[in-house]
Structures are given as structure tokens and as C-alpha cells.
């Protein structure tokens, strides 16, 4: 097994040395410090990253962005504190949203009243597409 480097000398000459909290600890041969692996946490792929923040960007709530992507809203507001995303503000428009696959997202450009009175952006959400809308509070 190769050990992790050591923080303190950047060694990757260790030797285990016991476990504690079910994380193993290491002792570095060069400088005889133990240290622990850290724990690794689920990793999440970039793409819901950078889709979580482009959906709150456009005005969707954390807790609308768990339910469409899947991630912990917790974990959407982590990223917009570590990102220093912004939202614009929207006090005369809010934003509606429709998933739709190809076929659906077809239609839904053929029918005028859905392309009239109301700015639009399309984006790809996997394998289907979200259309979402900014329409006037009235």
C-alpha cells in the first residue's frame, strides 16, 4: 500500500500505525510524525456543480434545485458561499420551469403562446432538456 505523503516533511516513506475512527494512521519514517488519511467525502461530478449554480442564477430556489438535480440543497448553498455566485435580483419576474424530453421540448416551441410574453432559457438537465420562463408577478 502506498501511504499517503506526510504533512509535515512531504515524505512517502510511513508505516502504518493503527487505526482510529476507522481512519488508518500512518508514521513517517523521515521525521517520525503520525498523522491520519483524511476522510474522503462523496464527491460530486462538476456538471451538477455548474448546473445547481446556473439554476440558481436564473431564480430557482435551493430547495426546487435539490428536487430537479438531486443534490442536497445544503450542498447547492455550499457551493454558491464557495463560488460567490450571486443572483440577480428578480422582484418583478419569477421563474416557472418545465422538463421536457426532445419530442415534448419540439411541441413546446411549435405552440406560439409558449414563446410570447416572457423571456426563456433552454437548458440540457441529462438526457431531456428544463425550458425555463420568466413571466410578470401580476
Request: proline share 4%; net charge positive; with cysteine.
Amino acid at each position: 500500500m502506498n501511504a499517503p505523503a506526510c504533512p509535515k516533511c512531504d515524505s512517502v516513506e510511513a508505516t502504518k500505525s493503527g487505526v482510529i475512527d476507522e481512519r488508518q494512521r500512518f508514521k513517517c519514517k523521515n521525521c517520525g510524525y503520525h498523522y491520519t488519511v483524511a476522510k474522503m467525502g462523496r464527491e460530486v461530478d462538476s456538471y451538477y456543480v455548474i448546473k445547481a449554480l446556473q439554476l440558481y442564477i436564473e431564480g430557482v430556489s435551493y430547495r426546487e434545485i435539490e428536487r430537479l438535480l438531486g443534490v442536497s440543497h445544503v450542498s447547492v448553498m455550499n457551493w454558491v458561499k464557495k463560488y460567490g455566485v450571486k443572483a440577480p435580483r428578480q422582484n418583478d419576474y419569477h421563474p416557472t420551469y418545465k422538463i421536457l424530453n426532445q419530442k415534448e421540448l419540439a411541441e413546446f416551441f411549435q405552440k406560439p403562446e409558449n414563446v410570447k410574453g416572457a423571456g426563456m432559457m433552454v437548458t440540457e438537465l441529462g438526457d431531456k432538456f428544463m425550458v425555463i420562463r420568466w413571466e410578470r408577478f401580476r
